[in-house]
C-alpha cells in the first residue's frame, strides 16, 4: 500500500494530473483521469484503488466503462 507523503495531496478519481492519465492505459498512479470510469473500476478492484493503475486496471476500464 501507499504511504502518503506529508504535504502532498493523494490523486483522486478524475485528477487533471497529467500523471493519472487514461482510464484505459496503465499510469502506475491510484486512479485515472475520468471520474466515472475511476470510481467503477476502483469499486471492482480494489489494487486499482490502493496501489496502482496497472495493465489490469486498464483492462477492467476497456471492459466496464462505455
Do not use: H, Q
Not at 502532498?8 to 498512479?29: F, K, Q, R
Amino acid at each position: 500500500m501507499s504511504v502518503p507523503i506529508e504535504g502532498c495531496e493523494p490523486l483522486v478519481c478524475g485528477s487533471p494530473s497529467p500523471s493519472a492519465g487514461d482510464c484505459g492505459a496503465a499510469n502506475g498512479t491510484p486512479a485515472c483521469s475520468e471520474a466515472a470510469c475511476c470510481k467503477t473500476v476502483r469499486a471492482f478492484d480494489a489494487f486499482c484503488r490502493d496501489v496502482e493503475w496497472d495493465a489490469g486496471c486498464a483492462a477492467n476500464a476497456m471492459t466496464l466503462c462505455p
